[in-house]
């Protein structure tokens, strides 16, 4: 009888120390999830902006492309993703901001070119582009009771590429 008992004791502290486990786990996997993702939308962004400025006319248009911006509600495979601007259940805002640097970019655009660069000649390189992207997210294990109060958690990558 005494030894059943302690064989029950030991069963409930193995099965308590398993359920704590697992939920380090979960919680450790789905902060990795978010981050890898984070990164990921990061990196499809800077293609993107790279992309779109190579499409763009700036000698015709007389304009550059200065911001591009999204904003994803869920990532769910083989769905699309509705628009907006509440980013719960799993989403994302993206925030994208090019800027121009160097020479060879017609004079008649609205492009506004970095020109207070630690470099000899600025104006010496040839058409480059500094992109900054920045992907926020609200943690989904932060515990509240209200939605607004969750800080954002935010990936930012920065890229350097020439036209």
Do not use: W
Not at 30 to 36: A, F, G, K, L, M
């Amino acid at each position: 009888m005494l030894m059943a008992l302690f064989v029950i004791v030991i069963m409930s502290a193995v099965a308590s120390l398993i359920f704590s486990m697992t939920g380090k786990v979960i919680k450790d996997t789905t902060s990795q999830y978010r981050d890898e993702q984070s990164r990921l939308l990061a990196k499809s962004y800077t293609e993107f902006a790279i992309m779109s400025v190579m499409a763009h006319d700036r000698t015709a248009l007389g304009t550059c492309v200065k911001n591009i911006n999204g904003t994803i509600n869920t990532l769910t495979i083989g769905q699309a993703n509705p628009a907006g601007t509440n980013v719960t259940n799993g989403g994302y805002i993206v925030e994208t901001n090019i800027q121009y640097l160097g020479t060879g970019l017609p004079a008649h655009t609205s492009c506004e070119l970095l020109t207070n660069l630690p470099i000899a000649d600025p104006a010496a390189i040839s058409p480059t582009l500094l992109i900054d992207v920045f992907v926020r997210y609200k943690d989904p294990d932060y515990l509240t009771a209200n939605e607004a109060d969750i800080p954002f958690i935010t990936y930012h990558r920065r890229t350097l590429q020439k036209l």
